[in-house]
């Protein structure tokens, strides 16, 4: 009886023992006695019960944790100062400070030796520094020495002039309107409006000079408690843009919302719901590109003043060391940005007006 009850045990042992030694890849050898030791092929691995192998999992994870995504599309907010006082701003004046152009084109190389095809100039109101002089030489620095096949700005539009367009039109791809509203009584209660001009007024005269010096003409609408029952297809259809983005009012913590924002956005923001049926509302307008509060948190690289990558993850804006300071690669990789998301949200597309074939 004991030497059935050993046997069995052997018998389980070398079971335990192959099963091993497939798992661990290691060679087999036979146990009959054979004139020279030759290896057998490997057998194929064997589970063990309770055995995960959790290590190509972990490396995987960790490759991805270590590869920092490609800058393909930078929004550069390179000012908080505007003229206007938007109640749901979330890039507000926290403070004046601009870097010195000659930083702000080293970190824009920089960006493009990494990879950035498009760069989008934004603030606060970029035409508020030096006249618009400051975004137009970065616009013709990116256009003409970084040879950029995308430069954009998005802007409300009230400090830009003719002459602008004259110097520095040919460089720029396209340009973004920010118009909330039809109704100019709307845009005073938005506070999209400085002294007596009216801003949809200007936003005709803008799409005017955008078609005589080739510039590709799109809008941006913030939807709101105070517009979100407005109807804008003809307005939109007029206009004729070549995108029309609208997107769901956002809070930021400590921007717009919180004790040490400088906006209080509660009052403005709306629900899924009531963006869902301004949708419907807007759905034959062919050229809208609809962005919900998920689409927009993570799915945007977001450069601030100093050249720093800000991390929406978490509602707030978290920043990542300057660029300038540490590299494009180490500091993108805090920026909590979803490549998967800015392709799904149709982040690229044709944004290069000599690709565009407009009759402008």
């Known amino acids: 009886m004991h030497l059935a009850l050993l046997a069995r045990l052997l018998s389980v042992g070398r079971a335990v023992l192959a099963a091993l030694r497939g798992r ?42 270590d590869t920092a995504p490609t800058p393909t599309s930078v929004n550069y907010h390179f000012t908080r100062q505007c003229n206007y006082k938007c109640g749901f701003c979330f890039h507000t004046a926290k403070t004046s400070f601009v870097l010195p152009l000659e930083e702000a084109k080293r970190g824009l190389a ?27 030489k970065l616009v013709q620095f990116c256009k003409q020495e970084l040879e950029l096949p995308s430069v ?40 999209r409006r400085q002294g007596k001009k009216n801003h949809v007024e200007n936003l005709h005269k803008l799409r005017q000079w955008c078609r005589e010096y080739a510039v590709a003409f799109k809008i941006n609408s913030v939807i709101n408690r105070f517009n979100v029952e407005e109807d804008m297809n ?19 913590e400590g921007e717009n919302s919180g004790e040490d924002a400088l906006r209080e956005a509660e009052k403005f923001v709306i629900s899924d719901e009531d963006f869902d049926r301004f949708l419907d509302r807007h759905k034959d ?29 978490n509602g707030r804006k978290e920043p990542s060391k300057s660029i300038l300071d540490v590299g494009v690669e180490a500091a993108i990789k805090f920026s909590g940005f979803d490549e998967k998301m ?11 007006k000599a690709d565009m074939k407009l009759d402008w």
């Open 285 to 313: 307008v062919s050229c809208l590109v609809p962005e919900s509060n998920q689409k927009m948190r993570d799915s945007y690289l977001i450069l601030d003043e100093y050249m720093r990558f800000l991390n929406c993850r």
């Open 24 to 65: 661990l890849g290691a060679l087999c050898w036979s146990l009959a006695p054979l004139p020279l030791p030759l290896p057998l092929p490997l057998p194929l691995p064997l589970p063990l019960p309770g055995w995960r192998d959790s290590a190509p999992r972990q490396r995987r994870e960790q490759e991805r944790d």
């Open 234 to 252: 003809e307005q939109i259809k007029a206009l004729n843009p070549v995108r029309w983005k609208v997107f769901q009012c956002l809070l930021i």
């Open 342 to 352: 800015f392709l799904r949200r149709g982040g690229k597309y044709v944004w290069s």
């Open 152 to 191: 954009s700005i998005v802007s409300n539009g009230s400090l830009i002039r003719k002459q602008w367009f004259e110097k520095y039109g040919e460089y720029l791809d396209i340009l973004a309107i920010s118009c909330d509203s039809f109704d100019e009584d709307v845009n005073i209660l938005i506070g």
């Open 110 to 136: 920089m960006l493009k030796e990494a990879g950035m095809e498009k760069i989008n100039f934004s603030g606060g109101e970029p035409f508020i520094q030096d006249r618009g002089e400051f975004v137009g």
